[in-house]
């Protein structure tokens, strides 16, 4: 599946003059691409700055329109009125689409977006498209993440008088592997190179570690070991991290996320004011993705407003007859997305959890995100954690700064009064392992591990004889194989002819210190020291796009021939 | 053993446990006699590392953290943190591998959680006590013909 690339050269990388002045390290950009809004900050010398465009904004909208012959974001373009977004020819929430296949819950929920986002249902990648002069030009997730990112990097580039290589990206907890690569990609194509992908709370922790110490430094605060939870929600995504924090050094203890935020507020009161809206979208026609635009830009406007005020009045005139005038109050809000905040709930204790602390032991709670401003979120948040929430962070800005305090951080520059002297203590956000044990999921590094880390597991075959061996690696939390992340798979070829359950198979999985995923996996049978066959290493992910159907080919054409078990380790 | 309980604990595994990766030498000095096969991997980049590793004390977990075996939580948390902020891949740059911190994060692990540390004094004492069933043990009719 070939998409077309998408790549600009930078104006300052041919002149030799920039290139002779670079001689001290290139401090890494931290890079916030949120479902809605983006921005981009760095480390000045002294402290982190965020950048602006030409608009004097610091946030800006995550869009592309295709409406002329080149495609233009939302960095430079300037929106005459809000409805322009919602013509069909600008797409945008690309954050919940990209690395997703047809069969994906978000994907489906996606369809209602002013734009066409098409489905085969077969674990394929969806269709998107933006409608330029009654023609659906086609474009993909990575294409549009791409332009903003080459305008991002180009505002960056003139603000700060260099070439801009490396960033930190910003990224959501429950992101898969395979959608970090695809993350990655995007950032190729706008000739940016990623020096680090943070998951979204974890930015915000080192934010907080550095303002600790900030406190020691202006002898406020003491150098005992705090506790944080950090509530990340924006449009897209609800994030969680739970950081344990002393000396500079945040140590994430548990992660959690969920495909849950702002969009789904918004869809659920979209379909609560116009109860048959998805299927009166489903045309995609002129008309029908005008009317979609009016009730999203009329819905999201009343949401703002429930933020600060207890009722709305809604009147919109969506221009095929059919008028919506109500009032709507906070209280019908929060009863329309009732399951959305109880997801938020469950993920606040299932980090707390995870993380091994009780509600006593937090020191602070921090609530970032654009659904921060949220009353029902903080009142949550709150209740569950029983403490106030902290006060000293920007919701919206918290994210890219803790990734441009990483960019410097990881680009090797030191600070003469040691605000930079931190360091992050990852956790991987999900487990990762293998299906064994007839179609389960068998996780090798569970979820919240430390990074780097490297765990093993010793398995065997089920059938006598058995010469072969399929190794399929997924990623994710579902106890069945195929509802988690497939991340790829391989043969183990040539074990000896022995019974069942003789044969060692051991799978290493190996996670290094730029996050890369190494499996690895030998065989060696009983009386033998040495492996029976070639070790296999295989670097993942390795599936590419339509991966959906893969795992079920494989099922098909195979059966439980090729299956694994594990084996009881004897003590 | 403590090794079924804290089984994130690499540290701490029987060292029978077969594995497809190379130890690279530095752990083979310790675990001498029964190391099991340990081929290659393509990711090994030779030893180079060695230096660092070196400088890692080999042993018990305490040893690994450079704490006493007496050390409170709040001790073994700070020693993490500060050896954390001397081994860690991020602040050692590209010359590491993440090995050394493993190996300090694993010692974390076992020693900052209460159960798996009294397991593990547990087998230190064990540990000790078979060296010397081993070494010393008396000979006696009783214990060699009566059971």
Known sequence: ?571 | MYAALSSSSLAAKPISSFSPISRRGKAETVRSSVQTPSFKSATAKGNKNAATAVTLARGSLYEVLRVERTASLNEIKTAYRSLAKMYHPDAMGSSSDGRDFIEIQNAYATLSDPTARAMYDMSLVGRARRVWARVYTPRTWETDQCW
């Open chain 1, 1 to 571: 599946m070939a998409e077309p690339a998408y790549t600009v050269a930078s104006d300052g990388e041919t002149t030799g003059e920039e290139k002779s002045s670079s001689s001290f390290p290139e401090i890494a950009i931290g890079v916030d691409i949120g479902t809605s809004q983006c921005s981009v900050a760095v480390w000045n010398g002294s402290q982190v700055e965020l950048l602006k465009n030409t608009r004097n904004q610091k946030l800006m909208r995550s869009y592309v329109t295709f409406k002329d012959e080149i495609p233009s974001g939302g960095v430079s373009n300037q929106l005459s009125h809000e409805h322009e977004l919602f013509s069909g020819a600008a797409i945008f929430n690309m954050k919940r689409l990209v690395g997703r296949v047809d069969t994906d819950p978000v994907v489906h929920a996606s369809k209602n977006l002013p734009f066409l986002v098409q489905t085969l249902d077969i674990g394929v990648r969806p269709f998107i498209a933006a409608l330029v002069n009654n023609v659906w030009r086609s474009t993909t997730p990575e294409e549009v993440l791409a332009i903003f990112l080459v305008e991002l990097r180009v505002m960056a580039e003139v603000q700060l008088k260099r070439p801009i290589r490396n960033v930190v990206l910003s990224i959501p907890v429950s992101f898969s592997r395979f959608q970090l690569t695809r993350i990655q990609r995007a950032c190729a194509m706008a000739g940016l190179h990623v020096l680090r992908l943070m998951p979204e709370p974890t930015a915000v922790a080192l934010l907080y570690a550095q303002q600790q110490q900030q406190m020691i430094h202006d002898n406020m605060g003491s150098g005992s070991e705090k506790i944080a939870l950090i509530f990340n929600m924006g449009a897209g995504y609800c994030d969680l991290a739970v950081t344990a924090t002393a000396g500079g050094v945040a140590q994430i203890k548990a992660l959690a996320g969920s495909a849950t935020g702002g969009e789904d507020l918004l869809q659920n009161m979209m379909r609560h004011l116009l109860p048959d809206s998805e299927n009166l979208f489903l045309g995609h026609g002129i008309n029908e993705i005008k009317l979609m635009g009016l009730l999203r830009v009329a819905t999201q406007d009343a949401i703002h407003k429930l933020s600060s005020q207890d009722n709305v009045q809604i009147d919109v005139d969506l221009g095929n007859g059919s008028r919506i005038c109500k009032v709507v109050n906070r209280e019908e809000f929060e009863e329309v997305n009732r399951n959305i905040f109880e997801k938020c709930e469950s993920l606040i204790i299932q980090c707390l959890h995870d993380a091994k602390v009780e509600v006593d032991d937090l020191t602070d709670v921090i609530v970032v995100g654009g659904c921060s401003y949220i009353p029902k979120i903080r009142d949550l948040v709150k209740h569950v954690c029983k403490i106030e929430v902290y006060k000293g962070m920007n919701p919206l800005e918290a994210a890219v700064c803790g990734a441009a305090l990483e960019g410097a951080v990881a680009s090797g520059i030191s600070d003469p009064f040691g605000s930079l002297d931190l360091l992050t203590i990852q956790a991987t956000p999900l487990g990762i392992g293998i299906r064994a044990n007839g179609n389960r999921f068998v996780p090798i590094i569970p979820r919240n591990t430390t990074m780097p880390a490297r765990k093993e597991l010793i398995f065997t075959t089920v059938n006598d004889n058995q010469t072969e061996v399929l190794i399929v690696v997924y990623e994710g939390e579902t106890e069945k194989a195929e509802e988690n992340h497939l991340l790829g798979y391989f043969k183990i070829m040539g074990i000896p002819p022995v019974p069942k359950g003789v044969p060692e198979i051991n799978v290493c999985m190996d996670i290094d210190a730029s996050n890369v995923l190494r499996v690895l996996a030998g065989v060696i049978l009983p009386g033998s020291q040495q492996p029976a066959v070639p070790v296999m290493e295989v670097r993942m992910p390795t599936v590419d796009d339509g991966h959906g159907w893969c795992a079920e080919a494989l099922h098909r054409s195979y059966g439980s021939t090729l299956d694994l078990v594990t084996v009881q380790k004897k003590i």
